[in-house]
């Protein structure tokens, strides 16, 4: 996840989510032993985490979030040229998981902007400061 002072994600030339002031950006990666209790626990703890302006949080702040999927998070590069991605979970299995993250930060309260799971997206955005963290289920 990166603080952003703004972040747009397009597909085809439209804009299909954005947030025009300081929040979240949150790139989510889902793997085949998350689950939707791993799904709400991240999303409580993205939402509450004191990385903005005067160690407050999203929640303290109501900022925005922009949450994209990105499956690419699980590339395991350690073998020759070409990434794996047999660490990522299917469509399948972890688009359920993405609504059910980004539905946990709303029925926290939090405006939440989408990406379009398995669309090819252009995304662009202002790194505040720059900070960006690695949150792992595992942890």
């Known amino acids: 996840m990166q603080r952003v002072r703004k972040g747009r994600v397009e597909v085809a ?3 299909v989510g954005a947030i025009d002031r300081p929040g979240l950006v949150v790139l989510l990666g889902v793997t085949h ?3 939707p209790a791993t799904a709400i626990a991240l999303a409580h703890k993205v ?3 004191r990385i903005l302006a005067g160690e407050r949080s999203a929640q303290d702040e109501s900022a925005p979030l922009l949450v994209i999927s990105q499956f690419t998070l699980y590339a395991d590069t350690r073998k020759g040229r070409r990434p794996s991605w047999s660490a990522a979970a299917p469509g399948p299995v972890a688009e359920p998981l993405y609504d059910k993250f980004c539905a946990a930060l709303e029925s926290a ?3 939440v902007a ?3 799971f398995g669309a090819q997206m252009a995304v662009s955005l ?3 400061g720059p900070v ?3 949150l ?3 942890s």
Do not use: C, H, M
């Open 13 to 15: 030339g439209t804009v």
């Open 33 to 35: 032993d998350d689950t």
């Open 47 to 49: 939402y509450g985490l």
């Open 109 to 111: 309260g939090a405006y």
């Open 114 to 116: 989408r990406g379009i």
């Open 126 to 128: 202002v790194n505040d």
């Open 132 to 134: 960006t963290l690695v």
């Open 136 to 138: 792992d289920s595992d």
